[in-house]
């Protein structure tokens, strides 16, 4: 029978061992015996050949050859076994597994063990939210007052069960003394001159000044806060009810009786950011043994790869970056980085969203890629989201985000909470505030949409983050936050800032157990 789904074409060129080109795949789905079609392919495409081309197939339905070539064994090593196969609270600094795969041989695409054989038809992703082809902002006033008003109305919902909630106008109109709590988002934090802390909080109806004293219990909280997130605080009235005393201040947070979502069978994620290709630090035979451990007994279950962002490198993100550049123009990039996602074994699940060196907007939620860019990445019929993504695999909700945010977050918090060092600590405060991006104005920059697409209305059971470059994991409130590194040596402005890059790591999640084992192809 014909085999309309390319998908289905990909998965028997997997056991021969072979890529095809998007025009190849065409061929042979438009074929009235795809399979048969898919053989004699095979048969003419010379043993040197990594891609099966259109010229392959129409050379052999010209030539009508039958004969089938099995493929050979994988000449890679496979990777040694986890010592350890419990996931830890947070990440030590210890080694993490190593691969050892030398990438002499790099696989291409299905080429690897043929005894990897991943059941496609068990495999199940989606995604909840995304910004692509919804954003409607024009930049106008009034669509800032959308979205912050967006935001207010899904935090206060998160929070009013805590405090018996009055409006501003209501506390302003009082006549004092009493209880009283208010849901508001963070106006201005400053200190007074005798070195307490004043909040002004903003509702719908105004702001109002909320006073914490240095010597209350709660005054470390204030340490935590940001503008413009979304925070419920109780207390009591002056008498002449011009301000409130803080005694307790609430996040919207992660509920202590979430419980996380879990796989119905044994499956695995990779996930992974930062590629950056074409940059001249880009870390391309640590890919090559990332791609091929991939074909090996060791990846079987291996099913989903998770990017989350930063494919290329870009071209005019920071200054002098044409100096670091392997391949100057960007739709060379991301043809690069299309061939390398080839030498992932067909039959995965791919998922990507983008980051700030990205050629998309930088303004977040950013919009999955257009539609010449999709073209280019065309390779395994890759999933492309916008970001962020709450991404539904086999019941498991990953939260994907870029994390640009995080160095809003580690600048402002102190270093115990929140640090460049220990990533998922900063990623824990934002899950705390529900929210991927609370401050405006500053590191980050955020667009005004018709609603907040950056709250998390969702308790996601995965939190994954990128950009920092740095490789951390932990668990907050039993949420995995797991940001993963890079792909990308130091540049010269890594440097010059003080980053240095923890670099070819694979974080892999188990989604029936949530443990995660962190991989080194470096």
């Not at 061992?17 to 010379?46: C, F, H, I, K, M």
């Not at 220990?422 to 899950?431: D, G, V, W």
């Not at 529900?434 to 667009?447: C, L, S, Y």
């Amino acid at each position: 029978m014909p085999m309309a789904s390319p998908a289905r074409i990909a998965s028997l060129l997997a056991s021969h061992g072979y890529n095809a080109s998007r025009e190849a795949v065409t061929l042979l789905a438009g074929t009235d015996d795809p399979e048969q079609a898919l053989v004699l392919a095979v048969e003419a495409t010379p043993d040197d050949e990594l891609v099966l081309t259109a010229d392959h197939v129409n050379a052999a339905l010209a030539d009508r050859r039958a004969t089938e070539r099995p493929a050979g064994p994988s000449e890679s090593e496979d990777a040694p076994h986890d010592t350890d196969p419990h996931d830890p609270s947070v990440s030590t600094g210890t080694n993490p597994a190593e691969s050892s795969t030398d990438g002499g041989d790099v696989p291409v695409e299905t080429r690897g063990s043929n005894s990897v054989s991943r059941d496609q038809s068990k495999q199940s992703i989606s995604v909840a939210q995304d910004i692509t082809g919804q954003s409607t902002g024009t930049g106008e006033y009034d669509d800032f007052v959308t979205v912050f008003r967006d935001r207010y109305e899904k935090l206060a919902g998160q929070l009013r069960g805590r405090v018996q909630h009055r409006p501003t106008t209501s506390l302003q109109s009082s006549q004092g003394g009493g209880e009283a709590g208010l849901v508001g988002m963070v106006n201005d934090i400053r200190s007074t001159a005798s070195g307490h802390w004043l909040i002004e909080l903003e509702d719908t109806n105004g702001v109002f000044p909320c006073l914490v004293m240095k010597d209350r219990p709660i005054a470390d909280l204030v340490d935590e806060l940001l503008l413009d997130e979304v925070i419920a605080v109780e207390g009591g009235l002056s008498d002449d009810g011009s301000i409130m005393f803080v005694d307790a201040i609430h996040f919207p947070e992660v509920p202590r009786t979430y419980s996380p979502n879990t796989a119905d069978r044994h499956v695995q994620a990779a996930l992974i950011s930062d590629i950056h290709v074409g940059s001249d630090e880009f870390l391309e035979d640590a890919w090559h043994r990332f791609a091929q451990w991939l074909h090996t007994d060791e990846a079987e279950h291996v099913e989903y790869l998770l990017i989350a962002g930063d494919m290329v490198e870009g071209v005019g993100v920071y200054p002098n970056q044409d100096e670091e550049l392997s391949i100057v123009d960007i739709y060379d990039q991301y043809e690069q980085f299309c061939e390398h996602l080839k030498e992932v074994p067909g039959d995965m699940e791919i998922l990507l969203i983008p980051g700030n060196h990205d050629a998309v907007r930088l303004a977040e939620p950013q919009p999955g890629f257009d539609e010449e860019l999709r073209d280019i990445m065309s390779a395994h019929d890759a999933r492309i989201h916008g970001n962020p993504a709450l991404v539904d695999v086999e019941g498991v909700k990953i939260l994907m985000y870029h994390g640009v945010s995080l160095d809003e977050v580690i600048a402002e918090l102190p270093e115990e909470k929140a640090s460049y060092d220990e990533p998922h600590k900063a990623m824990y405060q934002l899950l705390k505030k529900r929210h991927v991006a609370p401050q405006f104005g500053g590191k980050t920059r955020v667009a005004p949409e018709e609603e907040d697409y950056l709250v998390m209305e969702e308790v996601p059971d995965v939190f994954h983050t990128g950009h920092v470059h740095k490789l951390g994991w932990g668990k907050y409130r039993r949420v995995i936050a797991v940001n993963s590194g890079c792909w990308q040596a130091q540049t010269d402005f890594q440097k010059s800032v003080n980053i240095d890059p923890d670099a070819g790591f694979a974080p892999i999640l188990d989604l029936d157990t949530l443990s995660m084992t962190v991989r080194s192809f470096n």
